[in-house]
């Protein structure tokens, strides 16, 4: 591999700065695209109150590179990598619209209920067979609490800002040895919803057991055929809101079960129906937790060939093997 000097080979556009190689020098776009995210490219940001990074820094950065030939071949390894991991996201998102429009036609809409007779009720018309209850009825907060120390260190850590916007899988996880304080243990399957600034609609499944702190309620559903009409019930824009509303505190607010989100009024179903619909959308939710263990996976396996393809210390064909390895299980 030889170094690459970026001196006379960027310009400024109105967006961005756009790295242009020499006229002698080869290289492949997506290589270049690899090498800039990798390489130590934090290290030329300056300013405090408008982080940039200046043309002449950037004159003086340097990658490394080889062949036109190989570094297609780098690319294409770390690109098929990461085109599975887009695809598994996309895959998740798709599958979280599927079972929210699947709520909406059945607890919403009525759909496949019109044929039953209707009542009225506080909440308007809904089927006879079915009750207003509080949203306390169908989940419980979890209140196990946790102490930080040493015995947490293979226990993933899950804080408020690893829960995704408007997802229903976490964006990662930290160390148990990073968790300092007000700490609630939580189990596989159980709800994360994102207590503090409720607006930023943080309702997540956790995908494993492991621990979060109290500015995110742990729920969990009191009956297993609850699970998927308790998941999509908390992540619906109506309990949000809800919670946004009746928060407490003008700064940071936070959201309140007890005498508050736990009473909200909801259309609780007969059992017979929501073990239907968990029948039915389960396997959705199951899948997303899937492709979450696929993704991080798939994740490790880029972080660890990035620096070793780039730096020649892993062989092309060798990477290729675990690539495939990896992408067979996926």
């Not at 946790?146 to 899988?169: F, R, W």
Request: with cysteine.
């Amino acid at each position: 591999m030889r170094d690459y000097n970026f001196r006379e080979a960027i310009f400024l556009t109105n967006l961005s700065i756009a790295v242009i190689p020499k006229k002698e020098v080869e290289l492949d776009k997506r290589f270049l695209y690899w090498s800039l995210l990798y390489s130590d490219t934090y290290s030329l940001i300056s300013g405090s109150a408008q982080p940039q990074i200046t043309i002449n820094d950037l004159k003086e950065h340097k990658i490394c590179y080889t062949t036109l030939k190989i570094q297609r071949k780098i690319s294409s390894i770390l690109d098929s990598i990461q085109n599975k991991i887009e695809l598994n996201r996309r895959m998740n998102e798709t599958l979280e619209q599927m079972a929210m429009a699947l709520y909406k036609h059945w607890f919403v809409d009525f759909g496949p209920f019109q044929d039953e007779e209707f009542v009225e009720s506080e909440l308007g018309e809904i089927p006879s067979s079915w009750r207003v209850g509080r949203l306390g009825d169908i989940v419980s907060k979890i209140n196990n609490s946790e102490k930080a120390g040493e015995h947490l260190e293979n226990t993933p850590y899950v804080p408020i800002d690893e829960l995704s916007s408007k997802s229903l899988m976490i964006s990662g996880y930290k160390s148990g040895l990073e968790a300092k304080s007000s700490l609630i243990r939580f189990q596989r399957n159980d709800i994360l919803f994102g207590a503090m600034r409720p607006y930023f609609h943080k309702v997540c499944i956790a995908p494993f057991d492991g621990i979060t702190r109290s500015t995110c309620f742990v729920l969990r559903p009191r009956k297993n055929h609850y699970f998927s009409f308790s998941v999509l019930c908390l992540f619906s824009e109506q309990t949000v809101a809800f919670a946004t509303a009746n928060s407490k505190g003008s700064t940071i607010p936070y959201a309140v079960w007890d005498g508050s989100l736990a009473d909200m009024k909801i259309c609780i179903p007969e059992d017979e129906v929501l073990k239907e619909f968990d029948m039915i959308v389960s396997p959705m939710l199951v899948q997303i937790i899937r492709n979450f263990y696929e993704i991080k996976a798939l994740s490790e396996t880029r972080d660890y060939l990035l620096p070793r393809l780039l730096s020649g210390e892993i062989e092309v064909r060798e990477a290729e093997e675990q690539v495939e390895e990896v992408l067979a299980h996926a």
